[in-house]
């Protein structure tokens, strides 16, 4: 089992910055791929960034590419989420998941999920 807590969300004007932290305990996360995905109220939870095991290779929604960085420490259990320039359609409640295969944009193939940290972009 793997536990998730996200972090680092919060209230941020149009163009601003935020970090999103994903802590994991239980098991070291060197042996998951990791995934941050995202649901604003009405909408499906939607894919928006992905990193394979060491970090070599990453993967990104279109509607965030060039704005958000995925990057994971396996030495501290932590996967982030760099967000810059973010946007009033970036609000959203922002998970972290966990996989045991190679990741995926699809939100069913995770095996472990946090419950989840708020991020609001005010316009």
């Known amino acids: 089992q793997v536990q998730l807590v996200e972090s680092g969300g919060g209230l941020v004007q149009a163009g601003g910055s935020l970090r999103l932290s994903c802590a994991a305990s239980g098991r070291t996360i060197n042996n998951y791929a990791m995934g941050w995905f995202r649901q604003a109220p009405g909408k499906e939870r939607e894919f928006v960034a992905a990193?394979?095991?060491?970090?070599?290779?990453?993967y990104y929604a279109d509607s965030v590419k060039g704005r958000f960085a995925i990057s994971r420490d396996n030495a501290k259990n932590t996967v982030y989420l760099q967000m810059n320039s973010l946007k009033p359609e970036d609000t959203a409640l922002y998970y972290c998941a966990a996989d045991t295969g190679l990741g995926s944009p699809k939100s069913d193939v995770y095996d472990y999920w946090g419950q989840g940290t708020q991020v609001t972009v005010s316009s």
């Open positions: 990193i394979s095991r060491i970090g070599t290779n990453t």
